[in-house]
């Protein structure tokens, strides 16, 4: 499926991203791995079951239509994605999913945002010293929805 794009400025760098349900009061933020864009998660994009959400894909910098940025860190990607959370959360509740490197971006943009409802991290290596997987791992998680084909909105909730 094709999305149209938007593109924002953040910290004079622009950055692409896919928004879809604008008007959901809940939105779910997804920053996708190494060498992949924002279509990374058409599927998510697209799934019912979370058509009730806001659900932005945003390319990382030097992904996708994201312009490249000059320090090429995660700490920099971190610091960029966090300005960029900042400008399209609109004070409403937001969770942050990373795959991968994504992952590691979330974890470092965390200092720098407002405490997100959840945090979602896919197969990543926590880098840095500052934000550890103790620091963001919830006992709580009831992970009931991932293995069911009849997940309802109550469960993909209190996943998130």
């Not at 840095?128 to 009849?150: C, H, N, Q, V, Y």
Request: glycine share 6%.
């Amino acid at each position: 499926m094709k999305y149209d794009r938007k593109f924002i400025i953040a910290d004079k760098a622009q950055v692409s991203y896919i928004e879809l349900n604008p008007d959901k009061q809940k939105t779910i933020i997804f920053f996708h791995g190494n060498s992949n864009s924002a279509n990374l998660w058409h599927l998510q994009l697209s799934s019912p079951l979370l058509q009730s959400y806001r659900l932005i894909a945003v390319d990382l910098p030097c992904h996708g239509q994201s312009e490249p940025l000059a320090d090429i860190s995660v700490q920099s990607f971190g610091h960029l994605m966090a300005q960029f959370v900042f400008a399209i959360s609109n004070n409403k509740p937001f969770t942050l999913v990373g795959l991968s490197l994504g992952g590691n971006v979330v974890a470092e943009m965390l200092p720098f945002v407002p405490t997100p409802d959840g945090i979602v991290i896919i197969s990543s290596a926590i880098v840095g010293t500052e934000i550890t997987p103790s620091d963001i791992r919830s006992t709580e998680l009831s992970e009931a929805g991932l293995f069911s084909d009849k997940t309802d909105d109550n469960q993909v909730t209190l996943y998130f």
